[in-house]
């Protein structure tokens, strides 16, 4: 009788502990952890706005069952994926708010299990990125949330630890990114001619044209104020691109045949030089980025500026061309 009543009174006093002791646990719960890494805040900032460059660093992806499904916009604000894995369960992860290279917001949501965000701050160091990773859960209920949020605390440190870590190691692997500059341009006088091909011929259509206008402006005794150019209106892989080939001029000039005279528009523009082939297509994947992260959009169309002469220049490394993108 006495062991009986001994065994009621301790679990009266577990009972009572359980019961008690989260009264005085917080309903919510914050982990934070930082580190810094040789890298610039845009490189740093893309592997965690981008939501499929998750897979390079992620702490999370443990589990070979996990299957994720991508929904809504590549990065920014609406990204979103969600998650299934015999390990991780369900659960899903959207970008709510997004500043270029300083700030990030995710939302978690985990089901039965409940909700939280994080925070990411990017923080420029002289040539480092210092990250502030942060995850807060709210809404713990009483009283068994609260005793589990008192252990989530604990263990999410080393999740975050290793996140970080190889958010660090793969960040500093990365080649720095590419220099664009915003610029405000005047109205540029061209000539130009319109034409249109598919993408394997737009060398042969470029120097077509260029020769064309080249014989324009010596027959016509008219200067040519700068590089050749080329206007892309469109791009399409499986079809035709339509683009104006151009030299620009210092004023309005008289045209005939296929050649126009036009006016390349003034206003804000990104500038972004690239060196090497004709194989631009990265840098303009660069520069789509940083309209996405600073929430621009393409004014009208972009062209490209052939600063280097390859007749000149044997080396491809070495040749320069200038692109640009009007947005508003």
């Not at 359980?18 to 719960?29: A, E, K, R, T, Y």
């Not at 160091?125 to 209920?141: A, E, P, R, Y």
């Not at 005793?147 to 605390?153: H, P």
């Not at 249109?196 to 064309?212: A, C, D, P, R």
Request: aromatic letters at 14%.
């Amino acid at each position: 009788m006495k062991a009986f009543k001994f065994t009621v009174i301790v679990i009266l006093v577990i009972g009572a502990v359980l019961m008690i002791v989260p009264v005085f646990l917080s309903s919510s719960v914050t982990v934070s952890r930082q580190k810094c890494m040789k890298a610039a805040p845009e490189t740093v900032f893309r592997q965690v706005n981008k939501l499929k460059n998750w897979n390079n660093w992620s702490p999370f992806r443990t589990d070979s069952t996990l299957v994720i499904t991508y929904k809504g916009q590549k990065q920014g604000v609406g990204a979103h994926f969600a998650w299934k894995g015999q390990k991780m369960g369900k659960g899903s992860l959207s970008i709510a708010e997004s500043k270029a290279y300083s700030f990030i917001k995710t939302k978690l949501d985990f089901g039965t299990q409940g909700m939280s965000y994080g925070i990411w701050q990017f923080t420029q160091k002289g040539d480092s990125t210092c990250v502030d990773w942060s995850v807060h859960i709210t809404n713990l209920k009483y009283p068994f949330g609260r005793w589990l949020g008192l252990m989530i605390k604990g263990g999410m440190k080393p999740f975050l630890d290793k996140g970080l870590s190889q958010l660090k190691t793969f960040s500093e692997q990365q080649k720095p990114p590419l220099k664009i500059e915003e610029k405000e341009l005047t109205i540029q006088p061209v000539i130009l001619i319109n034409d249109s091909t598919t993408i394997n011929g737009i060398g042969n259509l470029l120097t077509k044209n260029f020769g064309i206008l080249s014989k324009f402006t010596q027959l016509q005794h008219i200067a040519v104020a700068g590089h050749p150019f080329a206007i892309y209106y469109n791009w399409n892989p499986q079809g035709y691109t339509k683009i104006g080939a151009g030299f620009p001029v210092s004023h309005k000039v008289k045209t005939k045949g296929p050649i126009e005279y036009f006016e390349l528009p003034a206003g804000k523009t990104l500038l972004a030089k690239h060196f090497g082939s004709y194989n631009t297509s990265n840098t303009h994947n660069q520069i789509n980025d940083y309209m996405k992260e600073h929430h621009y959009n393409l004014r009208g169309f972009m062209w490209e500026v052939y600063v280097t002469n390859p007749f000149d220049e044997p080396d491809t490394s070495k040749w320069e061309t200038d692109i640009y993108y009007p947005v508003k």
